[in-house]
């Protein structure tokens, strides 16, 4: 894997920013958690497995993707931050979604676990000084300063938050 050279995938960091409106990453991540304390838990119940497309994902399973990835950015932004040297692995959402049983927990157990998991990444991206929050990230087709991992967490809820308010609210 070292000898693979490294893309700088400018447009994927420049959508992240554009999501994030610019806002620099303490803000995003505290707007981030005030979107999800927002959710409405009644109108999502009412939506229930319901799906927008056959073979598309509910919003258990979205809420689900979100908790994991998180999770898994978190891992990406812990191994740059300590200087450990490996470079994290690729995940395959789909095999991730396919293998949750999310669609088994409610509605208010997703949104609780995702409120505690940006908790925990809002405490974790705070203990970090500006150095580490400045380290250069490479892996995959990716190269961004760690912030960017805090900024893509962030970005990646108002994308699937977007997709649910677009394809899903309309089947309550």
Known sequence: MKNQKVKKNREFLEYVYKLNERTELPEALKLSLKQVENIDIAKFNR?????????????????????????????????????????????????????SNADELSIEQLVDELRIVRQSTIMMFESFSEKILETKCEFFEYEMPLFAI???????QIHHFNIIDERY???D
């Open 47 to 99: 939506i229930g497995l319901k799906t927008y497309e056959k073979g598309k994902w509910t919003i258990h399973k979205i809420l689900q993707h979100l908790i994991d990835w998180e999770r898994i950015w978190c891992f990406r932004a812990i191994i740059f931050a300590r200087g450990e040297g490996t470079i994290p692995g690729a995940h395959d959402q789909e095999v991730m979604g396919k293998n």
């Open 150 to 156: 805090g900024l893509t967490i962030t970005a990646h």
């Open 169 to 171: 609210m309309h089947l």
